[in-house]
């Protein structure tokens, strides 16, 4: 008998390769919550003129949206570990689409935050949710890539975003626009229902592949160790490698995804004509997740150690996000557009390592509750970094296309940082050797 009381058919075909559709079904959930939230972003230049919003107005509604995010990641994660992956997604999804759809009822500030607030509590467990699942369903050779391919949902999200919402603000407005997104996450749920069991459970997987994935999954979860509580977790130096690993380089990309339209305006590009730089680097992003979770894996088949084939790509993340700074020099579209793409690809490196790291670490009943702190972590710096943002681009207005000059070279600095902290703390301890976590 199945999850959800599903009886098992043997006269079912086994799907090949059936991990990898479960893999396909998480990108496709990543797209449409990257596409939910950007539609606002996208919004933004045309919203702030409707409803006379400065900056600071613009960054405490994202700012509403930031602090559900970071505050249900937490409490996601641990529910998702409790009442499992597929259960805890389907709620998630549910809450989100109604949200989207309820907001072309938004009329002003005080609406517009409300309903971005219920947004990012719904949107909070997809991560802590797909890190879980590619923890039940792909062995850790795998998980790397499969990381990046649900990652890389955010990037393709937000580089279909603007083709979409656009045209469709347009031509009917941004209420329709607001609804898009929200009818695209029904048709996610009906294919996630239909798809989505536990390996043991599925009545579509071929015995191959239910041996290799239940071989390594069991093998993990055996250990005979109790649920390690929250308290426990924070006594950890390897949870807070975790944490930071999000904690200082997703502020970044959410900049990117946030505030990268009203850069560009800041730097005198139209919104028109700056469509591509607005599209490039979430595509750099996109392959940036493949190539981390790629060269990771192709590392660990070449012998290296798992933590070594981790961290080559953190170092290699936080040195190429280093290259938003030369952007403060200039205001050509095509280098600027050149050089965050080649930021946004190092930081899809390092974030595709950070949301591989649970699963590495930790045992299956503790994968998602990992997950879900850092991205607790993400989302606290995210709204600290955007509180300042908003403040600081405008109080610098005067200066022109250099207003955004001090944020932009934080930005560069502090995956960096980060990319040290993480070295430092991800590491064999005596918490391995005791096996509260496992040897990297």
């Known amino acids: 008998m199945s999850v959800d009381g599903q009886k098992n058919s043997p006269q079912q075909p086994s799907i090949p390769s059936l991990r990898w559709w479960i893999g396909g079904i998480l990108f496709a959930s990543t797209v449409i919550n990257y596409i939910d939230r950007q539609t606002l972003s996208i919004l933004a230049p045309y919203l702030k003129q409707d409803y006379h919003w400065t900056n600071v107005d613009y960054a405490n509604i994202v700012i509403a949206f930031r602090i559900a995010y970071a505050i249900g990641q937490g409490v996601c994660g641990r529910l998702i570990d409790r009442v499992g992956t597929r259960r805890g997604l389907t709620i998630s999804v549910t809450w989100y689409s109604i949200v989207s759809l309820m907001t072309s009822l938004a009329n002003g500030f005080s609406s517009f935050a409300l309903f971005r607030f219920l947004l990012g509590a719904g949107e909070s467990a997809n991560w802590p949710g797909a890190s879980k699942a590619v923890f039940e369903w792909f062995?850790?050779?795998?998980?790397?890539?499969?990381?990046?391919?649900?990652?890389?949902?955010?990037?393709?999200?937000?580089?279909?975003?603007?083709?979409?919402?656009?045209?469709?603000?347009?031509?009917?407005?941004?209420?329709?626009?607001?609804?898009?997104?929200?009818?695209?996450?029904?048709?996610?749920?009906?294919?996630?229902?239909?798809?989505?069991?536990?390996?043991?459970?599925?009545?579509?997987?071929?015995?191959?592949?239910?041996?290799?994935?239940?071989?390594?999954?069991?093998?993990?979860?055996?250990a005979g160790k109790p649920r390690l509580r929250w308290r426990d977790l924070f006594k950890l130096p390897q949870t807070w490698g975790t944490i930071i690993s999000k904690g200082l380089t997703d502020p970044v990309w959410f900049f990117v995804t946030d505030w990268f339209p009203i850069y560009l305006v800041a730097k005198g590009i139209s919104l028109k004509s700056g469509l591509l730089a607005v599209w490039v680097p979430f595509l750099a992003a996109d392959l940036g997740n493949f190539f981390g979770g790629g060269?990771?894996?192709?590392?660990?088949?070449?012998?290296?150690?798992?933590?070594?084939?981790?961290?080559?790509?953190?170092?290699?993340?936080?040195?190429?996000?280093?290259l938003l700074i030369p952007t403060i020099f200039t205001v050509n579209l095509y280098l600027i557009t050149m050089l965050f793409g080649l930021a946004t690809f190092s930081y899809a490196s390092f974030s595709t390592i950070a949301n591989v790291l649970p699963t590495d670490l930790y045992k299956g009943d503790s994968v998602a509750s990992v997950s879900g702190l850092s991205g607790t972590g993400a989302g606290v710096g995210t709204i600290i970094a955007f509180e300042l943002i908003g403040h600081l681009s405008d109080a610098r207005q005067a200066t022109g296309t250099h207003s955004f000059d001090p944020i932009v070279v934080v930005a560069g600095l502090i995956p960096f940082v980060g990319m040290i902290l993480v070295l430092l703390l991800v590491r064999n301890t005596r918490a391995t050797d005791r096996g509260l976590v496992r040897r990297i």
Request: net charge positive.
């Open 139 to 222: 062995p850790k050779r795998e998980r790397g890539l499969a990381a990046a391919f649900y990652d890389s949902g955010s990037s393709v999200g937000g580089a279909i975003a603007p083709f979409l919402i656009l045209p469709v603000y347009l031509r009917w407005g941004w209420r329709v626009a607001f609804i898009i997104p929200g009818l695209l996450g029904f048709v996610w749920l009906i294919a996630w229902r239909r798809l989505y069991y536990l390996p043991e459970d599925h009545p579509r997987i071929s015995d191959a592949e239910r041996s290799m994935i239940l071989a390594e999954t069991q093998e993990v979860q055996s």
């Open 295 to 322: 060269v990771s894996g192709y590392l660990i088949r070449r012998g290296w150690s798992l933590g070594a084939a981790r961290k080559a790509l953190v170092v290699f993340g936080g040195i190429g996000v280093l």
